[in-house]
């Protein structure tokens, strides 16, 4: 399965020949202005919380792909006032079959308000399971034990995890977290964007190597084979 990494928590996976986007975050972002937002294709955007730097591009693409958007309750409320047509709205602890697999939205511990300071519920991760590749995608979190549930619901093939600190876990608990999932192969997300969150990357790569984990850092723009 192939993913392309456009910066901070955005990135796209094809599955099942459907393309599925997370957390569009883009013209907004200054490691990532070499991307060519509209040559972005959509069959559906993931967004796991409010935050702009999760959501800022959400709308332009929606309208332009008319890609369903799943999201929280109130961030897919939010979107359709924004005139995002296909919306649809889910909670913590809740899945849905979808075309290309099942979607299970799991707890993120973070906050979550829209843009313009609208409430935004509560942020949530994602795991993912299909006939092709199962993953978890966790949004902005802490480290969290209810991490553990996942193995219960699906043997995973690799995560996407926060590893910039400050505002989510840094990569020392994203270790952890890949114990929780029992999924060694991580893609991290999420840091070098701000300057709070600026890491030391190979540093990382070492130190999941020493826990005998293997960490994924593709570059802006850059496609892997997962
Ligand atoms: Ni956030
Ligand atoms: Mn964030």
């Not at 975050?25 to 990532?32: G, H, K, S, V, W």
């Not at 929280?72 to 899945?95: C, D, K």
């Not at 994203?174 to 990357?201: L, N, Q, R, W």
Request: aromatic share 12%; proline share 4%; charged share 15%.
């Amino acid at each position: 399965m192939e993913l392309t990494y456009y910066g901070q928590s955005c990135f796209k996976v094809m599955l099942n020949g459907k393309h599925i986007l997370f957390d569009p975050f883009i013209t907004q972002n200054p490691l990532a202005k070499n991307i060519d937002i509209d040559s972005i294709e959509a069959d559906y955007i993931f967004v796991s919380h409010g935050h702009s730097d999760h959501i800022a591009d959400c709308v332009s693409i929606a309208k332009r792909t008319g890609a369903q958007v799943v999201a929280a309750y109130e961030v897919a409320t939010w979107l359709g006032q924004q005139g995002v047509e296909n919306v649809f709205g889910m909670n913590t602890g809740g899945s849905w079959k979808f075309d290309f697999g099942t979607v299970k939205c799991v707890v993120a511990h973070h906050s979550s308000c829209l843009p313009d300071g609208s409430y935004g519920g509560n942020p949530i991760g994602f795991v993912v399971m299909s006939t092709d590749r199962n993953f978890y995608y966790a949004g902005d979190t802490a480290l969290t034990l209810d991490m553990q549930l996942i193995p219960h619901w699906t043997n995973l093939n690799f995560s996407v995890l926060p590893i910039g600190n400050v505002y989510t876990m840094d990569v020392a608990d994203a270790i952890h977290a890949s114990e929780f999932v029992k999924s060694p192969v991580v893609v991290g997300v999420h840091y070098d964007t701000f300057d709070y969150i600026k890491i030391d990357k190979e540093k990382a790569v070492a130190d999941f190597k020493a826990a005998e984990k293997i960490l994924l850092l593709p570059g802006v723009g850059e496609t892997i084979t997962l």
